[in-house]
C-alpha cells in the first residue's frame, strides 16, 4: 500500500514520508460490502485494520458500541493483550480497509514506539 494514503490516518499523524512508506509496506488494502464482517467477537486476533473509507460498526453482544470512520482502527486490543477478540467489527457502508498480519503489526510497532504509544493511549481511552 502506498505509504501516503496513511497520512490522512490520525494514528501516523507527522511521520516523515520514509517513516509512512515503511508502514504502508506493512499493510494490504481491501474493499468491503456493507454487511461484511472484518472481526467476530471470540476469535482469536490476528489481523489489525485501518478504516480508509466508509463506516463500520463495532459491535458487542451484538448490541452497537461505536461506528468508527475513515481514519480510525480497531483489532488493536486482542493483539496486544494476546485475547480473543472482545468485540464484533461489521461494516455499516462499503468500506476500503487497510489491515496487517499480526507479525507486521508487532514490526511497526517496534520500528516505531512512536505508533505503539499512541495504540496504547488509544486502548486506555478505549477501556476507560
Known amino acids: ?3 501516503n494514503q496513511l497520512r490522512q490516518v490520525p494514528l501516523f499523524e507527522g511521520m516523515s514520508d520514509e517513516d509512512l512508506d515503511s508502514c504502508g509496506e506493512l499493510f494490504e488494502k481491501e474493499d468491503f460490502l456493507a454487511g461484511s464482517g472484518f472481526a467476530r467477537e471470540g476469535e482469536f486476533a490476528y489481523k489489525f485494520f485501518v478504516v480508509l473509507d466508509g463506516e463500520a460498526d ?3 453482544d ?17 493483539l496486544l493483550t494476546g485475547e480473543r477478540r472482545n468485540a464484533r467489527v461489521v461494516a455499516h457502508t462499503r468500506c476500503e480497509i487497510a489491515w496487517m ?3 507486521n503489526f508487532d514490526k511497526m510497532t517496534e520500528q516505531h514506539p ?3 504509544q499512541r495504540i496504547d493511549a488509544e486502548v486506555a ?3 476507560a
Open 114 to 116: 512512536e505508533l505503539a
Open 1 to 3: 500500500m502506498d505509504g
Open 58 to 60: 463495532v459491535l458487542h
Open 101 to 103: 498480519m499480526s507479525w
Open 62 to 78: 451484538f448490541e452497537p458500541v461505536a461506528r468508527l470512520g475513515p481514519g480510525e482502527f480497531f483489532g488493536e486490543m486482542g
Open 125 to 127: 481511552r478505549r477501556t
